[in-house]
């Protein structure tokens, strides 16, 4: 070989193996940025989730306002329906006990009236008696046809006298009862009058609350309005950020079945679908798969709460397709399992480690160490959330791991 060929091949064997160093960190600067911009995605989905849930709190507190509101005006204007009522009441009661003190006072003036005559008459009686003297009294007693008449005389005008008084008596009584008659018409008129005063003023109170209530019902009610269309402007956007963490999430998806594919070689096959459990202890399954996360989208895996800590282990033989942090997932690590004798192609998936004990592209046995459990990543519940985040791929596609993984 001539010098010039033997600088052209040690030539592209140094290319060779700078492009072969360049794979694995051009795979991790992609895996990196497909994080990093599913981190962006899913932030600005859970803000605008959050602000979504704080219209609709604010919304649905509204229209418990609206609805204290409404039963309020509606107690008021039940209670106007009375006072009205009661009112109208009140008036003709005016208009009755007004009727019958003016009948009291005209039967007065009249019964004045009646004694007045009365005691004129005694009075004129009483000076025809006084001027009976000398011829005058003679004249009357001439006029006697008896001796009875001339005996009687004197008894006669006692009786006349008798008689007068008895009736300006009689007269006096009857008046005195239509005064009394007439106080108690009066006091019962302005009693009326009272409570008719006291029902316009409880009308006019009520008149005010209802006006306030109106207001404030009009007032809540543009506020609802308002909310409504910050709510329904918020959901587009919610929308539009749920697409976009979905759409990160299905580029970093993407990214994980394109290790898959680099590192399931024809090579890697899968002898037996006996997987193990990847924990050898665990308290309980917190959420399972298919259920709704907290923002509404369906879990892609299992959850199994375990102390910090806790080894886990390959629930199968495989290699390690990826190895680091993956945003949400935290501490990450996937097995790609290779082919089985089913003709499908198997994947799983370690979510949220408190350490990576493998590293990608080494081959792993069935029940080796690959990690630790932690709470590295977004993970929610008591305790630090600690937990395991299994996931399982067949040909791809996530399936429920409890449907070939012990529990």
């Not at 193990?276 to 399954?285: A, E, Q």
């Not at 994947?347 to 690959?370: P, T």
Request: hydrophobic fraction near 40%; glycine fraction near 6%.
């Amino acid at each position: 070989m001539s010098y010039s060929h033997l600088r052209c091949a040690v030539a592209a064997l140094l290319f060779l193996l700078l492009v072969v160093a360049a794979l694995p960190a051009a795979a991790e600067d992609r895996q990196q940025s497909l994080s990093e911009q599913k981190t962006q995605a899913q932030q600005e989905y859970e803000n605008a989730q959050k602000e979504l849930s704080e219209i609709q709190e604010q919304q649905a507190e509204t229209e418990s306002q609206i609805g204290q509101l409404e039963g309020q005006a509606a107690t008021v204007a039940a209670q106007l329906q009375n006072v009205y009522a009661s009112l109208q009441e009140a008036e003709r009661e005016l208009l009755t006990r007004q009727a019958e003190a003016n009948q009291a006072a005209e039967a007065l003036v009249q019964k004045q009236a009646e004694y007045n005559d009365c005691l004129g008459r005694s009075k004129e009686q009483m000076r025809a008696m006084q001027m009976l003297e000398g011829d005058g009294a003679i004249g009357l007693l001439a006029q006697a046809k008896s001796l009875y008449q001339l005996l009687t005389f004197s008894e006669v005008l006692q009786q006349i006298v008798s008689k007068n008084n008895e009736v300006l008596t009689d007269l006096r009584v009857q008046a005195q009862a239509l005064e009394e008659a007439r106080q108690q018409a009066e006091a019962a008129a302005q009693e009326a009058e009272s409570a008719k005063l006291a029902l316009d003023a409880q009308q006019n109170q009520l008149d005010s609350m209802q006006d306030a209530l109106e207001t404030a019902l009009q007032q809540a009610n543009e506020t609802w309005s308002a909310q409504e269309s910050a709510e329904q402007a918020q959901a587009v956007m919610t929308e539009a950020a749920r697409k976009a963490y979905e759409e990160a999430t299905a580029a970093l998806d993407a990214y994980v079945r394109a290790q898959s594919d680099r590192y399931t070689t024809d090579d890697l096959i899968l002898t037996s679908l006996d997987f193990r459990c990847p924990l050898d202890s665990y308290s309980m399954i917190t959420t399972q798969f298919g259920e709704a996360d907290p923002w509404g989208i369906p879990h892609r895996g299992t959850d199994f709460a375990a102390p910090n800590g806790t080894p886990i282990y390959a629930i199968a033989d495989g290699i390690i397709s990826a190895a680091g942090p993956v945003n949400s997932y935290g501490n990450c690590v996937q097995v790609s399992h290779g082919t089985a004798g089913d003709g499908s192609r198997y994947d799983s998936l370690y979510a949220h480690m408190s350490r990576i004990a493998v590293s990608q592209g080494q081959a792993v046995h069935k029940g080796d160490v690959i990690g630790y459990v932690g709470n590295t990543g977004n993970v929610f519940g008591a305790n630090g959330g600690y937990h395991l985040h299994l996931e399982l791929r067949v040909n791809g596609s996530r399936v429920n791991p409890l449907a070939y993984v012990p529990q």
